[in-house]
């Protein structure tokens, strides 16, 4: 079969590679009917060592069991899945608690010889505790939105959530990617009363309007934050949902957050240190967020996917099929995509 | 009256001052009982430059009621009242939020005007938001531990609340010192499960195992790290309560929580950053605490103290009268004493 490989920063390639077969009895065989490119993909392509060796990547994909080891119950070949971008048992005990990505038989796709999801197949691992079955055919409608159920959708709802935004709360969203957007969405889904969205691209902050931001600031650094504190009354926001991951974004974070408040954050940090001293703790200001446990979350989001009273799909302005995931990451980088659709 | 002054590091007098007055007509004055040496004062004691001029210091106390301004009501001549160690208005919004610390309308003791604690009598502003009743006399047995209603429990219990301890939780704390031994005291009253002291003063520790440690921890560093982590399976605990403010606490405190678990600081952070990098962000740690709104807990932690079932002022290991005050400064940094009482 055929599946994405990045080799060094800006060297991603779509090669031949072995097809998946089960290995275990946990696995399932999925053939990929939809998969994406990630913000955080770009980590990699833009720094990346380059190397003799590709590594496969991609952690978003849907599509249809074709197999299933004999073990795996509650699912079979022609079943529509979606995968969460952390495999994991679903059973052990940090699973239970809602922490799949800290699952104790888990990991990640593209590494310790499990399938990328950029590419036209995925054996995957611990199936039936990774695997969510949904009620579309493949050649749904609502396949874009379904497949942010993957990572997009629940990163934005893990940032919203362990910032306790509900109803009440005023927010500010850091960053108008993709993820970014969805923590806008997730807020007003979450009953959000004030959302300002910190974004200067005027087609993602559009959207991002349309998801629920009832505020834009184009501004970032010092005045960034000025703006944001005069729309809060000097106070700032009860939550801010960093989804960034550069030392600015955090920093910016902390100075727009509300005494007693709580910063989350979702994008990958790109830094060991957080500004965190005498201020913030005079403030009694919250640190939390974290990679987000999307499997935990996708059953609770999934009706409000499939009744379309949410539509996180929007996200993806462009679609590729496999040969076009090199143009494709590239048009992530250069930021003229917000986030590329794969169809294998 | 006389009254503690801090002049520079190691250089606390005690002398007359001027008696305090009603200022405003929410004043109340208050002749102070019982009033004691923080672990916080020991930094100025440590590093203040020396000047001409000092500086009224003290934040914890208990009195009577000697006069009260127009606008105060609920209070009168003969109270006997405790004060948080930050005086606050208690309507604000902050205020309603339990967040006091933040009083729009509120601020420090010894600064601004307004008079320190440990001195024989204290000027209260917003006394009726600031000001606790107590059901009690004057020679009470019971004054130690409603003092350290003031701050050192509160403080604690503040840590242990924000950390997320309950029924069930694990908990390390982080430091010996009054405030780690009131978070013991708070984490087992909350229903931790398993307490791990880290310490290694045996005196303390040994309160602290009075107090509700399951498990005292000597070594620090490197060395601490592995034995909580060996206490817990190799997982760490759910909860980290760090009750020391200098940077290695912090650092073993993200070393040793478990994979979703919190981290609370309640010790005045010495450092600007905060190691929060992708380990602590892969694992969903999160980061929380600051400055305890006293005040907001009052009132739920009294019926404890009042009926002996917790004993919070087990941690003055010393009473001074004023004239004793800076040889009280001098031994709580030698660490030849736990916590000093003033008797002015």
Redesign the interface.
Known sequence: MRATLIYGAGDVRVEDVPDPVLREPTDALVRVLRSCICGSDLWPYGSRPASEQGDRIGHEFLGVVEDVGADVSGLKKGDVVVAPFVWADNTCD?CR?G?Q??CRHGGFWGANGVDGGQGEAVRVPQAQGTLVKLSVGEDSALLPSLLSLSDVFPTGHHCAV?AGVGPGTTVTVIGDGAVGLCAVLAAKRLGAEQIILMGRHQGRTDLGRDFGASDVVAARGDEGVAKVLELTGGDGTHAVLECVGLRPAIETAVAVVR??GRVS?VG??Q????????D????????????A?ARAYIEELLPDVLDGSVQPGRVFDSTVGLDGVPGGYQAMADRTALKVLIRP
């Open positions: 940090f608690e922490l990505t800290s362990t005494a007693g954050r990958a940090p830094y060991p240190e957080v500004p965190f001293g005498w913030e703790f005079r403030r009694n200001i919250t640190l939390t967020g974290g990679i446990p």
